[in-house]
Every structure is written in C-alpha cells, then in structure tokens.
C-alpha cells in the first residue's frame, strides 16, 4: 500500500490524509453481497479508502466507495443484467458506460478490468 501512497501522491497530494477507510463489518457485508472472498490486497483497499477517496477519479463520474458499490449490488442483479462479467466482481461503480471489476477467471490474482454495461 505504501507504493500505491507515493504513487498516488503526486497526482493528488492530500490523498493520503482525506481518504477515510471502511470498517470491517461494512466490508463483510459487501463480500456477503458478492458472494465470494474478497482479496487481502481489496480489503486493504477498502480499509484505507473505501469510504472516501478525495482526489482519486476513476473518470465518467464513477465511484470506489464501497457504499456506492454496496447499493449498486443491493439494487441490480449484475450478473443476469449482464454490467460485469462471471468470475468478476464490481469495485467501481456509476460510470457512464462502464464498470471498474476485479476479474478473478486467471486463478491468480485478480486484474482489474473495466467493462461496458448493457
């Protein structure tokens, strides 16, 4: 995580300071809606920045927080919708055309994907 700090700081300096983590019992239940594990390096994500991540755009409006991903998964059936791929997960949502997924069909670790919605 410390990479990614440097890294990330020097596009957006106060990143590292405003970012507001996710408790563990919000990123439960967002595994619980998945319906997979989540990996060690998102939960380490999500604890640093996923409430709040002032600075970091994804681009096209979408979001990180996970309380944007939570109800995004509470109010669409993603899979049978067709908005990510099987054997992906969203973890970054409302994007005009596209959905940011850790996509887990390698066996390895997860690669990031972004993906068109229907």
Not at 13 to 22: E, K, Q, S
């Amino acid at each position: 995580m410390q990479r990614f700090w440097d890294y990330a700081s020097t596009y957006a300096p106060r990143l590292r300071y405003d970012a507001r983590g996710a408790d563990e019992a919000t990123i439960d239940r967002l595994e619980g809606l998945v319906g997979r594990e989540l990996p060690a390096s998102y939960r380490q994500f999500l604890t640093s920045m996923g409430v709040d991540s002032p600075g970091l755009d994804i681009g096209w409006d979408a979001t990180t927080s996970i309380w944007k991903v939570i109800e995004y998964y509470e109010n669409h059936d993603v899979i049978s919708d067709g908005w990510i791929p099987p054997d992906s997960i969203a973890i970054g949502v409302g994007g005009r055309d596209f959905e940011v997924c850790l996509d887990f069909s390698t066996g390895e670790e997860p690669r990031v994907i972004f993906t068109e919605g229907t």
